[in-house]
C-alpha cells in the first residue's frame, strides 16, 4: 500500500486493491524523510468497529541516505522493545535485576519507564526516547522537534545520581541503518544543554539501532554516541 498525504496523527492511504483509507499515526514527531508522498506503508489492523481509526501506519520503505530499507514509525512500541530487551538480557547495562517496574512515578510529577531493582545494588530508573530523524546516512538524531516534555523529564533524571540511584536514558532507533547517535542541537538547544547538564551528573546515555522487517522490530546492537 502507499501513502499519499500526511499530517499530525494522520495519514491517507491507498491499498493495491485501490480502497483508501484514513491511519492514524501514533509519532508526534515531524517524521522527516519518512512521510515522503507514495512510499511503501504497512498498517496493523485493530478491527475495533468503535475506534476512530481502524488502522496505525507502523513501518515505511524509505531511504535515508544509505539506500532503501524498512523503517519503523510507531512511537508506542519503543518501551516494549526495550522491556524484551531487559527480560532477555540483551542490554548489558541493564541485567542482573530482581525486579523491573513501569510508569513509577518520581521526580517533578516525571514517571521513570522503568524501575529496576536488586538488593544490595542502586536502583536504576530509566527513561526512553524513541528516535526517527536522520538527515546525514548513519546518523541518527533526537529531537526532529522542539522536546519540552523530554527536558522535563531528561532535568528529574538528572537529579537521580545525587541521590545514590542510578539513571539512564535510552534512545531507540528503529532505522536499521543507523551506526551513530547525537542529540539535535540546532533543533532545539536547551534539549541539548539539559543532555550536557545528565551526563555530567552521572546519566549514562545509551542508544541501541533497531532491526525491522515486516515480521516484527527487535532491538539488534548499540550504536556509538557522538557528543
Not at 134 to 145: I, S, T, V
Not at 202 to 218: F, K, M, N, T
Request: hydrophobic fraction near 45%; proline fraction near 6%; aromatic fraction near 8%.
Amino acid at each position: 500500500m502507499l501513502v499519499l498525504h500526511t499530517k499530525r496523527f494522520i495519514a491517507e492511504v491507498i491499498f493495491d486493491s485501490g480502497d483508501m483509507a484514513t491511519a492514524q499515526v501514533s509519532n508526534p514527531g515531524t517524521l522527516t524523510g519518512l512521510n515522503r508522498p507514495y512510499s511503501h506503508v504497512w498498517l496493523s489492523d485493530t478491527e475495533h468497529p468503535l475506534r476512530t481509526y481502524r488502522y496505525t501506519w507502523e513501518l515505511v520503505e524509505a531511504d535515508l541516505g544509505s539506500g532503501p530499507e524498512i523503517v519503523g514509525v510507531n512511537n508506542l512500541h519503543a518501551n516494549g522493545l526495550v522491556a524484551e530487551a531487559i527480560e532477555a538480557g540483551l542490554i548489558p547495562e541493564l541485567r542482573d535485576y530482581s525486579s523491573v517496574r513501569r510508569e513509577i512515578k518520581y521526580g517533578v510529577n516525571s514517571r521513570a519507564d522503568f524501575l529496576l531493582e536488586a538488593a544490595n545494588r542502586p536502583a536504576c530508573y530509566v527513561d526512553v526516547r524513541s528516535v526517527h530523524l536522520m538527515h546525514e546516512p548513519g546518523l541518527a538524531e533526537f529531537p526532529d522537534l522542539l522536546a519540552e516534555l523530554g527536558t522535563k523529564h531528561l532535568d528529574d533524571l538528572t537529579a537521580m545520581p545525587a541521590r545514590g540511584a542510578r539513571a539512564v536514558q535510552i534512545y531507540v532507533i528503529p532505522i536499521p541503518s543507523a551506526k551513530r547517535f547525537t542529540v539535535a542541537r540546532d533543533i532545539d538547544p536547551i534539549y541539548a544543554a539539559a543532555l550536557d547538564r545528565a551526563r555530567a551528573a552521572g546519566v549514562e546515555i545509551l542508544a541501541w539501532r533497531c532491526r525491522v522487517s515486516i515480521d516484527g522490530i527487535a532491538l539488534a546492537a548499540p550504536v556509538a554516541i557522538v557528543a
